[in-house]
């Protein structure tokens, strides 16, 4: 306001203070017009704007306002009487705070006619200064454009008060230019010129310029981490998503990234990164340091990086956590699938349960329990075939399957995982049948085997004079061969 005052009141009243002063009577106004003709006062006029520029003087600015009303009466006003006292009015508006009449005020004295050429250019720098200052930033920032381009004087605090005016009314391609003047011709170039170019090149999208601009500031400014956040973002918008990563990693190294927005980047863009397991260990790092909170969802969050990364055991206890305090049926299902990757079956089935439950879909997790209670079966003694049928069915890889098909079986039927339960029930059913195939296999091997053996002690037995088994096991089968082949014999 100092300054527009200055530049305002200083023009307002120069024209006048030229012809007359508080102390001229008509007499003093005869003679200027002797010096000025046609620039000059009647002694009327003259002795009437005299007591408005003393109420002016004296800061009585709404009776000076009066009083000028008045004399814009008279008849016979030349165009330099009218152009002095509309002045002086947009003098007085304006020290009344009243930017809009003083506006429509100074553009009548240059509309009058009375003013030189250098008189109108000046005031027309005070209109758009007061069109700035009263919010009219497009209005104000044409006025004085119009004023520059016309060859008026480039003073810098013009070039800045136009760049900020179209700023201020968002219309950055008409301020880019008159910026590139600024800042260019700024010496010592400070932080507010890179600022104002950074924030210009951004809102028009001149990523290179921008970019430009950035690296010189950061030369300067290396401590700015909003800099390098400006930089990173550059690099990642632009399409160069591992360059930026590579930035934030460093910064996060050197210690500059603090707040929980910053850290939690880091960590988004290790997972992005496909490398889930050192995501993983900076999030639980900060949030054991208390700069990223611990919720359920950053929890969470925590587990699926551990498991995604495969490491079930460190996922295992925070989902526990996160299950226990937030109650969802997913995260119940979540540790009980880490629990069963961990072949923790007792435990996984547990979790499974609780997440049916709570709602979890009971396909999935049956198919789970039940695959987890076959893997099972992998684990125990293969059944042998010179067991008897009670140490067959008694036996712990014979319960394991049973267990794994009656899990399968509570797969509901509708469940999208209800094929597959029939399939894997056949497949258990197949396997115990195939055993009892080889068994029977086998048996009929070691069978014929002794049958062959019965026969050549028979044949034998001519030579010998007795009856004579090579493999005493055989006697077990030779009341059978007997019964099929030595009763023939006998009857013949």
Same mark, same amino acid.
């Given at each position: 306001? #100092?300054?527009?005052?200055?530049?305002?009141?200083? #023009?307002?009243?120069?024209?006048?203070?030229?012809?007359?002063?508080?102390?001229?009577?008509?007499?003093?106004?005869?003679?200027?017009?002797?010096?000025?003709?046609?620039?000059?006062?009647?002694?009327?006029?003259?002795?009437? *704007?005299?007591?408005?520029?003393?109420?002016?003087?004296?800061?009585?600015?709404?009776?000076?306002?009066?009083?000028?009303?008045?004399?814009?009466?008279?008849?016979?006003?030349?165009? !330099?009487?009218?152009?002095?006292?509309?002045?002086?009015?947009?003098?007085?508006?304006?020290?009344?705070?009243?930017?809009?009449?003083?506006?429509?005020?100074?553009?009548?004295?240059?509309?009058?006619?009375?003013?030189?050429?250098?008189?109108?250019?000046?005031?027309?720098?005070?209109?758009?200064?007061?069109?700035?200052?009263?919010?009219?930033?497009?209005?104000?920032?044409?006025?004085?454009? &119009?004023?520059?381009?016309?060859?008026? $004087?480039?003073?810098?605090?013009? #070039?800045?008060?136009?760049?900020?005016?179209? *700023?201020?009314?968002? &219309?950055?391609?008409?301020?880019?230019?008159?910026?590139?003047?600024?800042?260019?011709?700024?010496?010592?170039?400070?932080?507010?010129?890179?600022?104002?170019?950074?924030?210009? !090149?951004?809102?028009?999208?001149? $990523?290179?310029?921008?970019?430009?601009?950035?690296?010189?500031?950061? &030369?300067?400014?290396?401590?700015?981490? $909003?800099?390098?956040?400006?930089?990173?973002?550059?690099?990642?918008?632009?399409?160069?998503?591992?360059?930026?990563? +590579?930035?934030?990693?460093?910064?996060?190294?050197?210690?500059?990234?603090?707040?929980?927005?910053?850290?939690?980047?880091?960590?988004?863009?290790?997972?992005? !990164?496909?490398?889930?397991?050192?995501?993983?260990?900076?999030?639980?790092?900060?949030?054991?340091?208390?700069?990223?909170?611990?919720?359920?969802?950053?929890?969470?969050?925590?587990?699926?990086?551990?498991?995604?990364?495969?490491?079930?055991?460190?996922?295992?206890?925070?989902?526990?956590?996160?299950?226990?305090?937030?109650?969802?049926?997913?995260?119940?299902?979540?540790?009980?699938?880490?629990?069963?990757? +961990?072949?923790?079956? *007792?435990?996984?089935?547990?979790?499974?349960?609780?997440?049916?439950?709570?709602?979890?879909?009971?396909?999935?997790?049956?198919?789970?329990?039940?695959?987890?209670?076959?893997?099972?079966?992998?684990?125990?003694?293969?059944?042998?075939?010179?067991?008897?049928?009670?140490?067959?069915?008694?036996?712990?890889?014979?319960?394991?399957?049973?267990?794994?098909?009656?899990?399968?079986? $509570?797969?509901?039927?509708?469940?999208?995982?209800?094929?597959?339960?029939?399939?894997?029930?056949?497949?258990?059913?197949?396997?115990?049948?195939?055993?009892?195939?080889?068994?029977?296999? +086998?048996?009929?091997?070691?069978?014929?085997?002794?049958?062959?053996?019965?026969?050549?002690? !028979?044949? &034998?037995?001519?030579?010998?004079?007795?009856?004579?088994?090579?493999?005493?096991?055989?006697?077990?089968?030779?009341?059978?061969?007997?019964?099929?082949?030595?009763?023939?014999? *006998?009857?013949?």
């Amino acid at each position: 306001m #100092t300054l527009y005052k200055k530049l305002i009141g200083a #023009t307002a009243l120069a024209l006048f203070a030229a012809t007359t002063s508080p102390s001229v009577m008509p007499s003093g106004l005869a003679a200027a017009q002797e010096a000025s003709e046609g620039r000059q006062f009647s002694a009327k006029a003259g002795e009437a *704007v005299n007591e408005a520029l003393q109420l002016i003087n004296s800061n009585q600015h709404s009776a000076a306002l009066s009083q000028l009303s008045n004399v814009l009466n008279f008849p016979e006003l030349n165009a !330099y009487e009218r152009s002095t006292i509309y002045q002086m009015q947009g003098s007085s508006y304006y020290e009344l705070n009243q930017y809009g009449p003083a506006i429509s005020a100074f553009e009548n004295a240059i509309n009058a006619g009375g003013l030189l050429p250098n008189e109108a250019d000046s005031l027309r720098v005070n209109i758009a200064q007061l069109m700035i200052a009263n919010g009219q930033y497009a209005q104000g920032a044409q006025a004085l454009e &119009n004023y520059l381009n016309r060859g008026g $004087q480039q003073k810098p605090q013009y #070039t800045e008060m136009l760049v900020q005016a179209w *700023v201020q009314s968002e &219309n950055y391609s008409k301020a880019l230019p008159w910026a590139e003047k600024w800042f260019r011709g700024a010496s010592p170039k400070e932080r507010k010129h890179f600022d104002l170019m950074n924030f210009l !090149y951004n809102n028009l999208g001149m $990523q290179g310029r921008q970019a430009d601009i950035v690296k010189q500031m950061i &030369n300067r400014w290396p401590n700015d981490k $909003q800099l390098w956040d400006a930089w990173a973002s550059m690099l990642a918008n632009g399409g160069r998503e591992q360059e930026a990563f +590579e930035v934030t990693k460093m910064l996060y190294l050197g210690g500059a990234l603090t707040s929980e927005q910053d850290l939690m980047k880091v960590v988004q863009y290790y997972s992005f !990164y496909d490398m889930p397991f050192q995501a993983a260990q900076i999030l639980e790092k900060e949030m054991n340091a208390g700069r990223i909170s611990r919720n359920s969802e950053k929890m969470v969050q925590l587990s699926s990086l551990f498991r995604q990364a495969r490491e079930y055991k460190r996922a295992i206890p925070v989902l526990e956590s996160a299950a226990s305090s937030s109650g969802q049926a997913k995260l119940y299902a979540d540790l009980g699938e880490a629990l069963y990757n +961990e072949g923790q079956c *007792v435990k996984a089935e547990t979790a499974f349960k609780s997440a049916i439950n709570k709602g979890y879909d009971a396909g999935k997790s049956w198919m789970l329990i039940a695959t987890c209670r076959y893997e099972d079966t992998q684990k125990q003694e293969r059944i042998d075939c010179k067991m008897t049928e009670a140490q067959k069915d008694a036996a712990p890889i014979t319960k394991a399957r049973q267990s794994a098909i009656e899990a399968f079986e $509570q797969v509901p039927s509708s469940s999208r995982e209800g094929r597959n339960a029939k399939k894997w029930i056949s497949f258990i059913r197949a396997e115990r049948e195939a055993v009892e195939n080889r068994c029977i296999f +086998e048996a009929n091997v070691e069978k014929e085997l002794c049958f062959a053996i019965i026969k050549g002690a !028979y044949d &034998n037995e001519v030579f010998v004079g007795r009856f004579e088994l090579d493999d005493p096991k055989c006697e077990a089968f030779k009341a059978e061969y007997d019964s099929k082949y030595r009763v023939k014999i *006998v009857d013949q």
